[in-house]
């Protein structure tokens, strides 16, 4: 209704309290409804809408009719009637193309086959002149975007324009930031101020908008009877072109989708996606750990970028194909040892205070307790680690976590509160873990480093980590 009204609305100068008052009159009338009434039109309010407006104008954002996308003309009565625009409008005169994918695997690695389709893809858009259309939200629309760099490249937004918003996730706003300083650029929302739909609605109205502002489609990895098939067959049937891609290049029209279907349907990659579990004890870690004590931080595969890396960095780490992309447990290992640091995080602990964990458990103890958390497309244990002396974590703050019942976390003071771990939560409890923490982030001395060992699965890990920065080494299993 926002937009409808929006699109009624003809020019007028919004420092003029009469042209305002019969804009918005003229702008519900022609719209179907119902005069606007005072509500609208209080002096408070044709103030406060002057100074947003004044302040989204000097953004250089714009609004645009659907008339202005030139789009195929068996879309434009599908279109919203109104968008909201930041960038160079000048590429809507191109043909617009976009690269389609339906979801995939969380855990990206480079050699996915939607990786290699997308290179096809994007070389095939250049070769035909054609600018490109793609979003943010999911890792296969950010590669194209950084695929696209250069431009011309237009970015639907699956929300009120960023730039429009007063609050953006930091993440977000970083990538597109990066991405308005990198050449041509249009971004596009169909969104106005205000209350918006949910998240899955969103994007699902986000890929039918591409597909309906674009003259070619770029089909990818499509997984069969899901909403990027329905989207590509409503376009087929408009007369939109279409061309599919594999990891290999161009294909034929019908080619099927790379990888085999779970039992949903659902395409997904052949590889695994996560290390095994631990096989064996580690004689060598128990024999240095006789008579002291040690503290382990497991490291874990980190799907999407790592804590701290861009967007952008991430993407690009994928389409170089660098060694370390996919953010294995081990590639998790080799940056805190490169950084000498161990980053803090949040996300499952209470509060917003960041932490690193650890645990007294050595691997031969934590094999029982390793197990698949879907959710978090991870173990919650893997084979690699660093363990050190206890003491001297100890001396830095370090301290065991307590186990406890709800009640107990209001009685416990603010320094005590990031130790807090519901004890049983959904009837299990956390316990076995023997979990330590420490406050923000652990930046690795040279004497800590000294005192340090890496843990890792195999002789070749241990001489990569060896010859990279002479740090002692000891395996999680044989």
Known sequence: VRSLIISHIRPFDIYSEGEVAEGMEEAFRRSGLSACGGAFLSARRRSDAAETTEKWFARGIRILLRENLKAPAASVDRLPAVFFAKGDKAILDQPLAATLHSRVNRAVCPGDPWISATKAALAYAGEKGLAVVS?????????????ALAGPLVVV???VLPFMASVTRPEIAAFLEDLSHSGRI?????????????????????????????????AGEIRKNGNMERILSEAKARGTKTVHFSGEGETLANSPAHGEPDKSGRIVTIRPVAKRKFEHAAPELEQLAKGSRYLIHYTRACPGPWPGQKILDYCRSLVHGDRDSTHTAFDTLMRIIEERRVRGGARLTRGNCPV??????????????TEWRPALVRWSFEPYGVAFPLQSLFRMGARPVIYAVEAAYQDLSEELRHLFQLQSPSGRTWAPEKEWRIKGDLEISDSLGREMVIIVRTLDEARKVEECCGFRTALAGL
């Open 135 to 147: 979003s943010y939200g999911n890792v296969p629309y950010s590669v194209v975007c950084t695929l």
């Open 356 to 369: 690193v964990s650890f645990t007294e458990c050595v691997p031969r103890e934590v094999r029982d307790l």
């Open 157 to 159: 937004c699956p929300e």
């Open 186 to 218: 249009l971004f596009l929302s169909a969104y106005s101020p205000g209350r918006v739909s949910d998240l899955n609605t969103r994007r699902i109205e986000r890929d039918r908008l591409i597909a309906g502002i674009s003259t070619v489609l770029l």
